[in-house]
């Protein structure tokens, strides 16, 4: 008996920006992956907060480029034009430091 990793998409793609935004799922619960890409010319930060049990808004931060000396916690960095999944809690919340810049769509496997 085979199994399939394939990424399979669990819920609607959604343009992630610079303001916060969660990523819903079909069913509110299975997707703990989610296929990323980076539409933009440029590298691009993005930032994740985990969804609050009582459903209330969760607000990011500040989303910024880690540097020398000063690590930044639940930010990721992606290169221009690139195509990630990656692991993240079900129903995040997300934000980036740049415009219109993601397209994230949520799901499971890999």
Request: hydrophobic fraction near 45%.
């Amino acid at each position: 008996m085979s199994t399939v990793n394939a990424f399979t998409p669990k819920g609607k793609t959604f343009l992630v920006s610079t303001s916060d935004v969660q990523i819903l799922t079909q069913d509110n619960v299975t997707a703990i992956s989610y296929r990323v890409v980076n539409v933009t010319s440029g590298t691009v930060y993005l930032g994740f907060a985990p969804a609050d049990p009582t459903g209330a808004a969760v607000a990011v931060g500040t989303v910024s480029a880690p540097t020398a000396g000063n690590p930044v916690n639940n930010i990721i960095g992606f290169l221009s034009g690139s195509v990630e999944v990656v692991s993240l809690p079900p129903n995040v919340w997300l934000k980036s430091d740049t415009a219109n810049a993601m397209q994230i769509t949520p799901g499971v496997g890999i």
